[in-house]
C-alpha cells in the first residue's frame, strides 16, 4: 500500500464525548508547563484507561486544542480553557466544527462535511461511501470496510447525539438517514477566526481573498459551516463593522483584505471577552 498523510481512523469507533475532551483539555491546561505530557499523566489523573486517553488525545489534537505527541495545550486549547472550560458555547462548537472539518488529514469528517452534507438533500453511511472509493489506494479493501463505517457512524453521532447537536448543523429524518438542520448563527467574530485559519493554511501571507472563495471553497468557512454566499457576505459585512477586517466590493473588487493588528488567536479572544 502506498503510504497515507489521511487519518482513516480519528475517533476509532468512539463517541466524540465533549465532556470528556474538556477533562482532557483541563488536565493538559494543568501541567502546561511540562515539555511533554505522558499518557498516564492523563490515566492517573482521569482514572480511565490507556487506550480511551489515548483516543480522547487523538480527537482533542484534531480540534486543535492540544499538541500532538507533545500532548500539551495549544494557545488556541489555553484560551478556550480560560473562557469556556466546559467547550460548551456555541462560538467554541462551531470553532470545533471547522477545524476539524476543513482538515484534509481528518479525511472522514473533511470528506462529509465539504461533500457529502453539501451535494446531498439525505444522505447517510451508505450514500457517503462512494465519496471515499479512492482511499482503497492507500488501505486494504478489510481495514475501509472495519474503520469506514465506523468513523461515519461516529461523525454522524456528533452531531446528532453528542454536544455538536447544539449547532443544529445535521438532524437525523429516520434511523441511519440524515438531513441538514437549521443551523444556529455563527458568531461573527468566530465566522472572522475561520476566514483567518483559512487564510493561515490555505493562502498563508495573502493580504486579500476573493469572497466567492470564502463561500464556496473546498474547507472554506462558508462550505464548512454551510452558509449560502448570501450568509457569507452577510457576516462578512457584521465583521466589517466590528473592524476586523476590510470588505472591499466596489468597482471590480469582490475581497476581503486583511488586518495586521488582527489574527487568529486575537479574534477568538476578543470573542470570548465580549459575549
Known sequence: MAASSFKLQLTNGFFVDFNQIARILSCAAGCRDEGRIPPDAYTASMGISIRRVENLCSMATAFGLI?????????????????????????TLWLLHYLVGSNERHVVWNRLVNQVVPENDRFSTAIARPYFDDLSQFYSESSMNKHLRKEMGAVWNAYTEQALRYLNYVRAESDQVYVRGDPEPVPPQVFCAAVLSYRDRFAPKAVTLDVPLLAKATNSPGRVFGLTERQVRDLLEEVKRLGYLYVETRADLDQVRFREDYDFLSVIRRYYEER
Open 67 to 91: 499538541r500532538s505527541k507533545m500532548l500539551t495545550p495549544t494557545e488556541l486549547g489555553l484560551v478556550i480553557h480560560q473562557y469556556d472550560p466546559f467547550l460548551d458555547d456555541l462560538g
